[in-house]
């Protein structure tokens, strides 16, 4: 299995512009969420999905979008970059709902809005 | 509303020495979990335990072991003997089994380990 996996690993770019970061996982695991990591103020959730399907929003979920149209992939958009999505961003993705398996992290992506 | 504090930002030891790291939780719910990351400089993130909150006994997983106390509200992580190798921030996080994909982070703790 290649667990989960985020492409691309780094990106610039320009205020305005529009983008997609990519997350698959192949554990046929029903919860995938995208997390941004600011200095300082460790993880937070922007969106989250229980199912291919159904999303939900998290802690910050302004300026990004997603979709959830199979289990295994959970693409986060940005519609109109801005500085202030400069950050790291992780995918994750956890197996079982009732139990609250342990959440499987991608490698992430860095993002730099200039 | 849910909140973790990790309220030491940075700590940096002596090889061999002991730390622990503190974490309180805040939350209304009855059933939670807590849970304890590694970001190693490396920046992937290992997961290291979760624990539910029915569960107070202690763990303990090497050189690492956690106290979890529900009266304080405080999920603490040690580690015994530190090496170099455990340098990383560590991140403490929680979350209710009724939202169980929203997981809450604390704002994590850098961990120095100095030979």
């Known amino acids: 299995n290649a667990g989960v996996t985020q492409t691309p690993k780094f990106q610039v770019l320009k205020t305005g512009q529009s983008m997609t970061l990519q997350c698959a996982q192949d554990?046929?695991?029903?919860?995938m969420s995208w997390y941004r990591q600011d200095p300082g103020m460790g993880l937070r959730l922007i969106h989250y999905?229980?199912?291919?399907?159904?999303?939900d929003q998290g802690e910050v979920p302004n300026g990004y979008n997603v979709s959830r149209s199979t289990t295994e992939d959970f693409p986060l958009r940005l519609l109109s970059a801005a500085p202030s999505q400069t950050s790291v961003y992780f995918c994750?993705?956890?197996?079982?709902?009732?139990?609250?398996?342990?959440?499987?992290f991608g490698p992430g992506t860095r993002l730099t809005v200039l | 509303a849910q909140k973790v504090t990790q309220a030491q930002t940075e700590i940096s030891v002596v090889e061999k020495e002991d730390v622990t790291l503190d974490c309180v939780y805040e939350?209304?719910?009855?059933?939670?979990?807590l849970f304890w990351y590694k970001q190693p400089p490396s920046g992937e993130l290992v997961f290291l335990i979760r624990?539910?909150?029915?569960?107070?006994q202690n763990e303990i997983s090497g050189r690492y072991s956690w106290n979890f106390q529900k009266s304080t509200s405080s999920f603490n992580f040690t580690i015994t003997a530190s090496q170099v190798v455990d340098s990383a921030v560590y991140f403490c996080?929680?979350?209710?089994?009724?939202?169980?994909?929203?997981?809450?982070f604390g704002s994590g703790t850098r961990l120095s380990i100095r030979p």
């Open positions: 994750a993705s956890s197996y079982d709902r009732a139990l609250n398996n342990e959440q499987f």
């Open positions: 554990m046929n695991h029903e919860y």
């Open positions: 999905s229980v199912g291919a399907g159904i999303t």
């Open positions: 939350t209304r719910d009855t059933t939670y979990y």
């Open positions: 624990r539910n909150s029915f569960d107070e």
């Open positions: 996080a929680l979350s209710s089994y009724s939202s169980a994909s929203k997981i809450i």
